[in-house]
Protein backbone atom coordinates (compact mmCIF):
# COMPACT_ATOMS: atom_id res chain seq x y z
CA UNK A 1 0.00 0.00 0.00
CA UNK A 2 1.27 3.54 -0.95
CA UNK A 3 2.56 5.92 1.80
CA UNK A 4 -0.76 8.13 -0.40
CA UNK A 5 -3.41 5.72 0.44
CA UNK A 6 -2.31 4.63 4.31
CA UNK A 7 -2.21 8.61 5.15
CA UNK A 8 -5.67 9.06 3.55
CA UNK A 9 -6.97 6.51 5.12
CA UNK A 10 -5.60 7.39 8.53
CA UNK A 11 -6.54 10.26 8.04
CA UNK A 12 -10.28 10.66 7.23
CA UNK A 13 -11.08 10.99 11.02
CA UNK A 14 -13.83 8.59 10.77
CA UNK A 15 -12.39 5.73 12.31
CA UNK A 16 -9.74 3.67 11.70
CA UNK A 17 -10.26 2.39 7.68
CA UNK A 18 -12.77 4.79 6.79
CA UNK A 19 -12.06 7.83 4.04
CA UNK A 20 -14.66 10.58 4.04
CA UNK A 21 -16.67 10.55 1.00
CA UNK A 22 -15.44 12.35 -1.75
CA UNK A 23 -17.55 14.75 -3.84
CA UNK A 24 -17.43 14.15 -7.87
CA UNK A 25 -19.56 15.25 -10.27
CA UNK A 26 -18.96 11.99 -12.47
CA UNK A 27 -20.37 10.15 -9.53
CA UNK A 28 -23.85 12.85 -8.86
CA UNK A 29 -25.48 10.27 -11.74
CA UNK A 30 -29.79 10.81 -12.08
CA UNK A 31 -30.25 7.38 -11.93
CA UNK A 32 -29.06 7.40 -8.14
CA UNK A 33 -31.48 10.65 -7.68
CA UNK A 34 -33.83 9.78 -4.52
CA UNK A 35 -34.42 13.43 -3.21
CA UNK A 36 -37.32 11.98 -1.24
CA UNK A 37 -33.74 10.09 0.85
CA UNK A 38 -33.54 13.09 3.27
CA UNK A 39 -30.70 11.82 5.93
CA UNK A 40 -27.95 9.84 5.20
CA UNK A 41 -29.02 6.38 4.30
CA UNK A 42 -25.40 5.03 5.11
CA UNK A 43 -25.32 4.15 8.90
CA UNK A 44 -24.45 0.85 8.51
CA UNK A 45 -21.35 0.87 6.72
CA UNK A 46 -20.00 -0.72 3.52
CA UNK A 47 -17.63 -3.95 3.09
CA UNK A 48 -16.06 -6.18 0.67
CA UNK A 49 -15.51 -9.57 0.52
CA UNK A 50 -14.60 -12.78 -1.89
CA UNK A 51 -11.33 -11.89 -3.81
CA UNK A 52 -10.79 -13.47 -6.72
CA UNK A 53 -8.01 -12.41 -9.65
CA UNK A 54 -10.23 -9.89 -11.44
CA UNK A 55 -13.00 -8.91 -8.41
CA UNK A 56 -14.51 -9.23 -5.11
CA UNK A 57 -18.17 -8.07 -4.16
CA UNK A 58 -18.60 -4.92 -2.39
CA UNK A 59 -21.80 -4.25 -0.12
CA UNK A 60 -24.04 -2.10 1.60
CA UNK A 61 -26.97 -1.49 3.16
CA UNK A 62 -29.80 1.39 3.65
CA UNK A 63 -31.22 2.24 7.05
CA UNK A 64 -32.64 5.48 8.09
CA UNK A 65 -33.36 3.85 11.66
CA UNK A 66 -31.33 0.74 12.45
CA UNK A 67 -33.00 -0.16 15.55
CA UNK A 68 -36.46 -0.06 13.54
CA UNK A 69 -38.60 -2.81 15.16
CA UNK A 70 -39.99 -3.89 11.87
CA UNK A 71 -36.28 -4.57 10.54
CA UNK A 72 -36.87 -2.46 7.75
CA UNK A 73 -34.27 0.31 9.08
CA UNK A 74 -36.67 3.09 8.24
CA UNK A 75 -36.57 2.64 4.63
CA UNK A 76 -39.88 3.58 2.38
CA UNK A 77 -40.66 0.09 1.00
CA UNK A 78 -40.35 1.39 -2.51
CA UNK A 79 -37.21 0.39 -4.50
CA UNK A 80 -34.43 2.66 -4.06
CA UNK A 81 -31.36 3.48 -6.69
CA UNK A 82 -28.17 3.14 -5.30
CA UNK A 83 -24.75 4.13 -7.59
CA UNK A 84 -21.54 2.62 -7.03
CA UNK A 85 -17.76 2.82 -8.26
CA UNK A 86 -14.29 1.24 -7.82
CA UNK A 87 -11.30 2.97 -8.04
CA UNK A 88 -7.61 2.52 -8.08
CA UNK A 89 -6.85 5.74 -5.78
CA UNK A 90 -8.53 6.85 -2.50
CA UNK A 91 -9.37 10.09 -3.22
CA UNK A 92 -11.68 8.18 -6.23
CA UNK A 93 -10.37 9.72 -9.40
CA UNK A 94 -8.96 6.81 -11.10
CA UNK A 95 -12.65 5.26 -11.60
CA UNK A 96 -12.49 1.82 -13.35
CA UNK A 97 -16.22 0.74 -13.15
CA UNK A 98 -19.50 1.96 -12.05
CA UNK A 99 -22.84 1.08 -11.81
CA UNK A 100 -26.49 1.53 -10.58
CA UNK A 101 -28.23 -0.75 -8.34
CA UNK A 102 -31.97 -1.20 -6.75
CA UNK A 103 -31.94 -1.71 -3.24
CA UNK A 104 -35.14 -3.44 -2.50
CA UNK A 105 -37.38 -3.81 0.29
CA UNK A 106 -37.42 -7.57 -0.40
CA UNK A 107 -33.46 -7.71 0.93
CA UNK A 108 -34.18 -5.11 3.60
CA UNK A 109 -32.37 -2.61 0.71
CA UNK A 110 -29.10 -4.36 0.88
CA UNK A 111 -26.80 -4.31 -2.42
CA UNK A 112 -24.35 -6.88 -3.25
CA UNK A 113 -22.29 -6.07 -6.44
CA UNK A 114 -19.88 -9.12 -7.48
CA UNK A 115 -17.23 -7.18 -9.54
CA UNK A 116 -15.54 -8.66 -12.76
CA UNK A 117 -13.23 -7.21 -14.87
CA UNK A 118 -10.42 -6.18 -12.89
CA UNK A 119 -6.70 -6.53 -12.42
CA UNK A 120 -5.32 -9.44 -9.90
CA UNK A 121 -3.62 -8.88 -7.03
CA UNK A 122 -4.49 -4.80 -6.97
CA UNK A 123 -5.60 -2.46 -4.48
CA UNK A 124 -8.74 -0.80 -5.08
CA UNK A 125 -11.42 1.60 -3.33
CA UNK A 126 -14.85 1.41 -3.66
CA UNK A 127 -18.17 3.74 -2.24
CA UNK A 128 -21.72 4.18 -2.90
CA UNK A 129 -23.98 7.10 -3.31
CA UNK A 130 -28.31 7.85 -3.59
CA UNK A 131 -29.64 10.55 -3.63
CA UNK A 132 -27.42 13.64 -2.02
CA UNK A 133 -25.75 10.98 0.10
CA UNK A 134 -22.67 9.57 -0.30
CA UNK A 135 -20.82 6.41 1.62
CA UNK A 136 -17.92 6.56 2.76
CA UNK A 137 -14.91 4.94 1.11
CA UNK A 138 -13.36 1.63 1.43
CA UNK A 139 -10.37 -0.42 0.66
CA UNK A 140 -10.00 -3.91 -0.87
CA UNK A 141 -8.10 -5.79 -3.02
CA UNK A 142 -8.29 -8.34 -5.45
CA UNK A 143 -6.82 -11.91 -4.58
CA UNK A 144 -3.20 -13.22 -7.06
CA UNK A 145 -3.41 -14.80 -10.41
CA UNK A 146 -3.86 -18.09 -9.98
CA UNK A 147 -0.08 -19.04 -11.33
CA UNK A 148 1.36 -16.06 -9.55
CA UNK A 149 2.91 -16.52 -5.55
CA UNK A 150 2.75 -13.09 -3.89
CA UNK A 151 5.87 -11.99 -1.23
CA UNK A 152 3.43 -11.93 1.53
CA UNK A 153 -0.17 -12.02 2.62
CA UNK A 154 -1.07 -9.91 6.27
CA UNK A 155 -4.48 -12.09 6.96
CA UNK A 156 -6.21 -11.31 10.15
CA UNK A 157 -8.80 -13.56 11.83
CA UNK A 158 -10.99 -12.78 14.73
CA UNK A 159 -14.31 -14.26 15.74
CA UNK A 160 -17.33 -13.45 18.67
CA UNK A 161 -17.95 -10.60 19.33
CA UNK A 162 -21.14 -10.26 21.70
CA UNK A 163 -22.32 -6.84 21.85
CA UNK A 164 -23.75 -6.09 25.58
CA UNK A 165 -20.22 -7.78 26.80
CA UNK A 166 -18.23 -4.68 25.44
CA UNK A 167 -17.32 -2.15 23.03
CA UNK A 168 -15.64 -3.69 19.84
CA UNK A 169 -12.78 -1.76 20.27
CA UNK A 170 -10.72 -4.80 18.61
CA UNK A 171 -12.11 -4.04 15.44
CA UNK A 172 -11.16 -0.45 15.55
CA UNK A 173 -7.12 -1.92 16.52
CA UNK A 174 -7.60 -5.15 13.57
CA UNK A 175 -8.31 -1.85 10.95
CA UNK A 176 -5.49 0.13 12.32
CA UNK A 177 -2.83 -2.83 11.58
CA UNK A 178 -4.33 -2.54 7.94
CA UNK A 179 -4.47 -6.52 6.86
CA UNK A 180 -4.84 -7.34 3.19
CA UNK A 181 -7.21 -9.79 3.98
CA UNK A 182 -10.38 -10.96 7.20
CA UNK A 183 -11.70 -14.07 7.94
CA UNK A 184 -14.19 -14.02 10.21
CA UNK A 185 -14.96 -17.36 12.15
CA UNK A 186 -18.42 -17.00 13.45
CA UNK A 187 -20.50 -15.58 15.79
CA UNK A 188 -20.52 -12.35 14.35
CA UNK A 189 -23.25 -11.88 16.43
CA UNK A 190 -25.40 -12.92 19.53
CA UNK A 191 -29.27 -13.87 19.50
CA UNK A 192 -30.07 -13.32 23.06
CA UNK A 193 -32.23 -10.76 24.39
CA UNK A 194 -31.40 -7.89 26.89
CA UNK A 195 -30.68 -9.34 30.50
CA UNK A 196 -30.12 -13.29 29.17
CA UNK A 197 -26.45 -13.28 28.97
CA UNK A 198 -25.00 -11.55 31.36
CA UNK A 199 -21.32 -10.97 32.56
CA UNK A 200 -19.76 -10.60 35.82
CA UNK A 201 -20.08 -6.91 36.90
CA UNK A 202 -23.56 -6.47 34.52
CA UNK A 203 -23.18 -5.71 30.48
CA UNK A 204 -21.92 -2.28 29.19
CA UNK A 205 -24.44 -2.21 26.86
CA UNK A 206 -27.40 -4.02 25.81
CA UNK A 207 -29.54 -5.62 22.85
CA UNK A 208 -32.02 -3.86 21.04
CA UNK A 209 -35.19 -6.40 20.74
CA UNK A 210 -36.62 -10.12 21.77
CA UNK A 211 -34.08 -13.04 21.34
CA UNK A 212 -33.70 -13.38 17.63
CA UNK A 213 -36.21 -15.67 15.95
CA UNK A 214 -37.65 -14.03 12.95
CA UNK A 215 -36.71 -12.40 10.18
CA UNK A 216 -37.49 -8.83 11.31
CA UNK A 217 -35.53 -9.64 14.77
CA UNK A 218 -32.44 -10.88 12.95
CA UNK A 219 -32.65 -8.32 10.46
CA UNK A 220 -32.80 -5.85 13.41
CA UNK A 221 -30.19 -6.97 15.49
CA UNK A 222 -27.66 -7.42 12.45
CA UNK A 223 -28.76 -3.58 12.27
CA UNK A 224 -27.73 -2.72 15.95
CA UNK A 225 -24.45 -4.41 14.76
CA UNK A 226 -23.35 -2.77 11.65
CA UNK A 227 -23.99 0.54 13.47
CA UNK A 228 -20.69 0.24 15.55
CA UNK A 229 -17.98 2.20 14.09
CA UNK A 230 -15.15 0.14 15.00
CA UNK A 231 -16.74 -2.81 13.43
CA UNK A 232 -17.60 -0.63 10.32
CA UNK A 233 -14.05 0.47 10.18
CA UNK A 234 -13.15 -3.22 9.94
CA UNK A 235 -15.69 -4.03 7.49
CA UNK A 236 -13.88 -1.00 5.63
CA UNK A 237 -10.27 -1.51 5.51
CA UNK A 238 -9.82 -4.96 3.68
CA UNK A 239 -12.12 -7.57 2.33
CA UNK A 240 -13.34 -10.25 4.70
CA UNK A 241 -14.35 -14.21 4.19
CA UNK A 242 -17.06 -14.83 7.12
CA UNK A 243 -18.66 -18.17 8.08
CA UNK A 244 -21.15 -18.34 10.77
CA UNK A 245 -21.08 -20.45 13.97
CA UNK A 246 -23.99 -21.07 16.27
CA UNK A 247 -25.51 -17.61 17.88
CA UNK A 248 -25.99 -16.21 14.21
CA UNK A 249 -28.74 -18.69 14.74
CA UNK A 250 -29.06 -20.58 17.90
CA UNK A 251 -26.24 -21.10 20.62
CA UNK A 252 -25.25 -24.74 19.84
CA UNK A 253 -27.49 -25.73 17.11
CA UNK A 254 -26.73 -29.07 15.16
CA UNK A 255 -28.49 -29.47 11.45
CA UNK A 256 -32.15 -29.28 12.29
CA UNK A 257 -32.36 -29.76 15.77
CA UNK A 258 -32.37 -26.33 17.67
CA UNK A 259 -30.57 -25.59 21.61
CA UNK A 260 -33.93 -26.33 23.32
CA UNK A 261 -36.21 -29.22 22.56
CA UNK A 262 -38.54 -28.89 25.45
CA UNK A 263 -42.25 -28.08 24.23
CA UNK A 264 -42.31 -24.89 26.14
CA UNK A 265 -39.54 -23.01 24.47
CA UNK A 266 -39.01 -20.87 21.58
CA UNK A 267 -37.96 -23.13 18.90
CA UNK A 268 -39.60 -26.55 20.26
CA UNK A 269 -40.35 -28.46 16.92
CA UNK A 270 -38.17 -29.34 13.56
CA UNK A 271 -40.45 -26.93 11.65
CA UNK A 272 -40.46 -24.04 14.16
CA UNK A 273 -36.80 -24.71 14.12
CA UNK A 274 -36.41 -24.78 10.17
CA UNK A 275 -38.31 -21.06 10.09
CA UNK A 276 -35.91 -19.90 12.55
CA UNK A 277 -33.16 -21.00 10.49
CA UNK A 278 -34.71 -19.44 7.15
CA UNK A 279 -35.22 -15.92 9.32
CA UNK A 280 -31.39 -16.34 10.00
CA UNK A 281 -30.07 -17.05 7.17
CA UNK A 282 -31.94 -14.33 5.06
CA UNK A 283 -30.57 -11.76 7.09
CA UNK A 284 -27.56 -13.52 7.27
CA UNK A 285 -26.84 -13.07 3.09
CA UNK A 286 -28.14 -9.81 3.62
CA UNK A 287 -25.96 -8.34 5.80
CA UNK A 288 -22.60 -9.88 4.50
CA UNK A 289 -20.60 -9.19 1.83
CA UNK A 290 -21.04 -12.60 -0.11
CA UNK A 291 -21.61 -13.71 -3.23
CA UNK A 292 -24.95 -14.64 -5.48
CA UNK A 293 -23.58 -18.16 -5.05
CA UNK A 294 -24.61 -17.99 -1.63
CA UNK A 295 -28.28 -16.51 -1.72
CA UNK A 296 -30.13 -18.78 0.85
CA UNK A 297 -32.82 -21.57 -0.71
CA UNK A 298 -35.38 -21.44 2.10
CA UNK A 299 -33.47 -23.14 5.62
CA UNK A 300 -30.53 -24.19 3.40
CA UNK A 301 -27.75 -21.83 2.50
CA UNK A 302 -23.93 -23.40 1.08
CA UNK A 303 -21.07 -20.96 2.65
CA UNK A 304 -18.41 -23.86 2.47
CA UNK A 305 -16.08 -22.52 -0.63
CA UNK A 306 -12.22 -22.00 -1.40
CA UNK A 307 -10.89 -18.77 -1.82
CA UNK A 308 -7.29 -19.21 -3.45
CA UNK A 309 -4.83 -16.32 -2.91
CA UNK A 310 -2.39 -17.31 -6.07
CA UNK A 311 -0.02 -20.21 -5.12
CA UNK A 312 1.09 -19.10 -1.46
CA UNK A 313 -2.60 -20.21 -0.03
CA UNK A 314 -5.81 -21.97 -0.08
CA UNK A 315 -8.34 -20.48 2.46
CA UNK A 316 -11.18 -23.45 2.83
CA UNK A 317 -13.83 -22.07 4.73
CA UNK A 318 -16.03 -24.73 6.25
CA UNK A 319 -19.49 -24.56 7.93
CA UNK A 320 -19.24 -27.04 11.13
CA UNK A 321 -23.49 -26.39 11.87
CA UNK A 322 -25.42 -26.84 8.89
CA UNK A 323 -24.68 -30.59 8.41
CA UNK A 324 -23.49 -31.63 11.97
CA UNK A 325 -25.21 -34.74 13.85
CA UNK A 326 -26.36 -33.34 16.81
CA UNK A 327 -24.52 -33.41 19.73
CA UNK A 328 -24.14 -36.81 22.03
CA UNK A 329 -25.02 -36.55 25.86
CA UNK A 330 -27.16 -33.60 25.76
CA UNK A 331 -23.99 -31.40 24.75
CA UNK A 332 -21.39 -29.64 26.99
CA UNK A 333 -18.34 -31.49 27.91
CA UNK A 334 -18.78 -35.02 29.17
CA UNK A 335 -16.92 -37.90 30.43
CA UNK A 336 -16.50 -41.15 28.51
CA UNK A 337 -18.88 -40.98 26.01
CA UNK A 338 -17.76 -43.42 23.54
CA UNK A 339 -20.27 -43.02 21.44
CA UNK A 340 -18.52 -39.88 20.11
CA UNK A 341 -15.86 -42.55 18.55
CA UNK A 342 -18.14 -43.86 16.26
CA UNK A 343 -16.73 -43.66 12.50
CA UNK A 344 -20.52 -42.83 11.70
CA UNK A 345 -20.34 -39.20 13.18
CA UNK A 346 -19.68 -36.31 11.04
CA UNK A 347 -19.35 -32.63 11.84
CA UNK A 348 -19.08 -31.56 8.33
CA UNK A 349 -21.60 -33.78 6.34
CA UNK A 350 -20.49 -36.18 3.72
CA UNK A 351 -20.92 -33.86 0.93
CA UNK A 352 -18.76 -31.09 2.13
CA UNK A 353 -16.07 -33.60 3.64
CA UNK A 354 -15.33 -35.07 0.12
CA UNK A 355 -15.25 -31.64 -0.90
CA UNK A 356 -12.58 -30.45 1.24
CA UNK A 357 -10.89 -34.04 1.03
CA UNK A 358 -10.44 -33.68 -2.95
CA UNK A 359 -9.45 -29.50 -2.00
CA UNK A 360 -6.53 -31.33 -0.40
CA UNK A 361 -5.97 -33.61 -2.99
CA UNK A 362 -5.93 -31.17 -5.66
CA UNK A 363 -3.94 -28.20 -3.96
CA UNK A 364 -0.74 -26.82 -5.01
CA UNK A 365 -0.73 -24.18 -2.87
CA UNK A 366 1.97 -23.67 -0.31
CA UNK A 367 -0.48 -23.50 2.65
CA UNK A 368 -3.78 -24.82 2.80
CA UNK A 369 -5.54 -22.92 5.68
CA UNK A 370 -8.72 -24.20 7.12
CA UNK A 371 -10.83 -21.52 8.44
CA UNK A 372 -13.53 -22.80 10.75
CA UNK A 373 -15.68 -22.38 13.93
CA UNK A 374 -14.65 -24.93 16.86
CA UNK A 375 -12.00 -26.51 18.47
CA UNK A 376 -10.01 -28.83 16.47
CA UNK A 377 -7.16 -30.83 18.67
CA UNK A 378 -8.26 -33.33 21.84
CA UNK A 379 -8.59 -31.01 24.61
CA UNK A 380 -9.21 -33.26 27.29
CA UNK A 381 -9.53 -31.92 31.31
CA UNK A 382 -9.24 -35.11 32.79
CA UNK A 383 -5.78 -36.52 33.59
CA UNK A 384 -6.50 -40.10 34.47
CA UNK A 385 -5.49 -42.03 31.61
CA UNK A 386 -8.65 -44.26 31.76
CA UNK A 387 -11.39 -41.18 31.44
CA UNK A 388 -11.16 -38.85 28.91
CA UNK A 389 -13.67 -35.28 29.21
CA UNK A 390 -14.09 -33.65 26.15
CA UNK A 391 -16.91 -31.12 24.55
CA UNK A 392 -19.20 -32.78 23.09
CA UNK A 393 -19.95 -29.62 20.82
CA UNK A 394 -16.30 -29.17 19.57
CA UNK A 395 -14.12 -32.32 17.17
CA UNK A 396 -13.86 -33.96 19.80
CA UNK A 397 -17.63 -35.22 20.04
CA UNK A 398 -16.54 -36.25 16.17
CA UNK A 399 -13.40 -37.57 16.17
CA UNK A 400 -13.45 -39.80 13.47
CA UNK A 401 -14.73 -37.18 11.42
CA UNK A 402 -11.36 -35.17 12.71
CA UNK A 403 -9.42 -37.95 12.36
CA UNK A 404 -10.55 -38.47 8.30
CA UNK A 405 -9.90 -34.40 8.20
CA UNK A 406 -6.37 -35.27 9.27
CA UNK A 407 -5.27 -38.11 7.87
CA UNK A 408 -6.84 -36.74 4.50
CA UNK A 409 -4.25 -33.90 4.38
CA UNK A 410 -1.67 -36.43 5.27
CA UNK A 411 -2.68 -38.73 2.69
CA UNK A 412 -2.57 -35.80 0.16
CA UNK A 413 0.73 -34.84 1.11
CA UNK A 414 -0.93 -31.17 1.89
CA UNK A 415 2.78 -28.77 2.35
CA UNK A 416 1.43 -26.62 5.28
CA UNK A 417 -1.95 -27.49 7.00
CA UNK A 418 -2.70 -24.88 9.27
CA UNK A 419 -6.37 -24.93 11.28
CA UNK A 420 -7.98 -21.49 12.12
CA UNK A 421 -10.69 -21.16 15.14
CA UNK A 422 -12.89 -19.34 17.19
CA UNK A 423 -15.80 -20.18 19.44
CA UNK A 424 -13.92 -20.76 22.58
CA UNK A 425 -13.31 -17.28 23.76
CA UNK A 426 -9.77 -18.25 24.60
CA UNK A 427 -6.25 -17.85 22.89
CA UNK A 428 -4.61 -20.89 21.94
CA UNK A 429 -1.76 -22.56 19.72
CA UNK A 430 -1.97 -26.14 19.41
CA UNK A 431 0.38 -29.23 17.50
CA UNK A 432 -1.77 -31.22 15.33
CA UNK A 433 -1.99 -35.34 15.15
CA UNK A 434 -3.71 -37.85 13.62
CA UNK A 435 -3.91 -39.95 16.72
CA UNK A 436 -3.61 -38.06 20.02
CA UNK A 437 -3.42 -40.97 22.25
CA UNK A 438 0.06 -42.09 20.64
CA UNK A 439 2.53 -39.97 22.62
CA UNK A 440 4.57 -41.09 19.55
CA UNK A 441 2.27 -39.85 16.63
CA UNK A 442 3.84 -37.63 14.73
CA UNK A 443 2.82 -33.83 14.65
CA UNK A 444 0.93 -33.12 11.06
CA UNK A 445 -0.36 -29.58 11.14
CA UNK A 446 -1.28 -26.55 13.62
CA UNK A 447 -4.02 -25.09 14.66
CA UNK A 448 -4.58 -20.83 15.77
CA UNK A 449 -7.26 -20.28 18.19
CA UNK A 450 -8.43 -16.50 18.50
CA UNK A 451 -9.85 -15.39 21.68
CA UNK A 452 -13.30 -13.62 21.61
CA UNK A 453 -13.61 -9.28 20.60
CA UNK A 454 -15.81 -9.23 23.73
CA UNK A 455 -17.36 -12.38 24.57
CA UNK A 456 -17.15 -12.78 28.22
CA UNK A 457 -15.83 -9.60 28.96
CA UNK A 458 -12.52 -8.48 29.81
CA UNK A 459 -10.75 -11.76 30.61
CA UNK A 460 -8.34 -12.70 33.48
CA UNK A 461 -5.21 -11.85 31.84
CA UNK A 462 -4.03 -15.58 32.19
CA UNK A 463 -1.51 -17.23 30.33
CA UNK A 464 -1.51 -20.96 31.65
CA UNK A 465 -4.45 -23.48 31.71
CA UNK A 466 -3.85 -27.11 33.92
CA UNK A 467 -5.17 -29.38 31.06
CA UNK A 468 -2.00 -28.39 29.22
CA UNK A 469 -0.13 -30.60 31.25
CA UNK A 470 -1.33 -33.60 30.30
CA UNK A 471 -2.15 -32.45 27.12
CA UNK A 472 1.45 -31.68 25.59
CA UNK A 473 0.24 -30.83 21.84
CA UNK A 474 -1.56 -27.49 23.82
CA UNK A 475 1.52 -25.21 24.00
CA UNK A 476 -0.14 -21.78 24.14
CA UNK A 477 -3.26 -20.30 26.23
CA UNK A 478 -4.21 -16.94 26.81
CA UNK A 479 -7.29 -15.07 28.35
CA UNK A 480 -7.55 -11.77 26.52
CA UNK A 481 -10.31 -10.79 24.06
CA UNK A 482 -8.08 -9.54 20.90
CA UNK A 483 -7.35 -10.90 17.32
CA UNK A 484 -4.50 -12.50 15.66
CA UNK A 485 -2.67 -11.22 12.65
CA UNK A 486 -0.69 -13.20 10.45
CA UNK A 487 1.69 -12.71 7.91
CA UNK A 488 2.04 -15.43 5.22
CA UNK A 489 4.93 -16.00 2.86
CA UNK A 490 6.39 -19.31 0.70
CA UNK A 491 8.80 -19.24 3.56
CA UNK A 492 6.82 -18.78 7.00
CA UNK A 493 3.37 -18.31 8.47
CA UNK A 494 4.21 -15.97 11.17
CA UNK A 495 1.25 -15.24 13.94
CA UNK A 496 1.06 -12.43 16.63
CA UNK A 497 -1.58 -13.44 18.94
CA UNK A 498 -2.74 -9.34 19.39
CA UNK A 499 -4.72 -8.80 22.78
CA UNK A 500 -6.58 -5.96 24.95
CA UNK A 501 -6.35 -5.79 28.56
CA UNK A 502 -10.04 -4.46 28.72
CA UNK A 503 -13.28 -4.39 26.64
CA UNK A 504 -16.27 -3.32 29.36
CA UNK A 505 -14.92 0.45 28.68
CA UNK A 506 -13.64 1.87 25.06
CA UNK A 507 -10.57 2.43 24.04
CA UNK A 508 -8.34 -0.02 25.11
CA UNK A 509 -4.73 0.01 23.84
CA UNK A 510 -3.81 -3.19 22.01
CA UNK A 511 -0.54 -5.03 22.01
CA UNK A 512 1.02 -8.56 21.29
CA UNK A 513 0.67 -11.00 23.58
CA UNK A 514 2.90 -14.04 21.84
CA UNK A 515 4.11 -14.68 18.52
CA UNK A 516 4.85 -17.84 16.63
CA UNK A 517 6.37 -18.97 13.71
CA UNK A 518 5.44 -21.97 11.05
CA UNK A 519 7.79 -22.54 9.06
CA UNK A 520 7.47 -23.91 5.86
CA UNK A 521 7.50 -27.80 5.69
CA UNK A 522 8.27 -28.06 9.07
CA UNK A 523 5.48 -29.53 10.98
CA UNK A 524 4.46 -27.75 14.54
CA UNK A 525 5.01 -24.44 16.30
CA UNK A 526 7.85 -22.97 16.69
CA UNK A 527 8.16 -19.46 19.60
CA UNK A 528 9.26 -16.59 17.82
Given amino acids: MDNISRRAILSAGLGAGLVAAVPGAAFATSMADNSSIRSNPFLLGIASGEPWPDGFVIWTRLALDPLAEDGLGGMPSRKVAVAWEVAEDATMRKVVARGVEQASIQTAHSVHVELRGLRPGREYYYRFRTGRHISPVGRTLTSPARHETPSSLAMAFASCSQYEHGYFTAYSRLAQDHPDLVLHLGDYMYEYKKGSYVIGGGNPRDHQGPETSTLQGYRQRHAQYKSDADLQAAHAIAPWLVVWDDHEVDNNWADEVPENKDANQLNDTTERFRQRRTAAFQAYYENMPLRPSSVPAGFDMKIYRTI?????????????????????????????????????????????????????????????????????????????????????????????????????????????????????????????????????????????????????????????????????????????????????????????????????????????????????????????
Wanted: proline share 2%; aromatic share 10%; net charge negative.
Fill in 308 to 528: KWGQLANFHMMDTRQYRDDQLAGDGWKKNVTERLAEDRTITGETQEKWLLDGFKNSTQRWDILGQQVFFAERDRDKALDIDDVSMDGWDGYAASRRRITQGWVDANVRNAVVLTGDVHRNWANDLKVDYKDPASAVVGSELVCTSITSTGDGTGATTDSTMAWNPHLKFYNDNRGYVNTTITKDALTADFRTLDYVTTPGAPVSTKASFVIPDGIRGLQAK
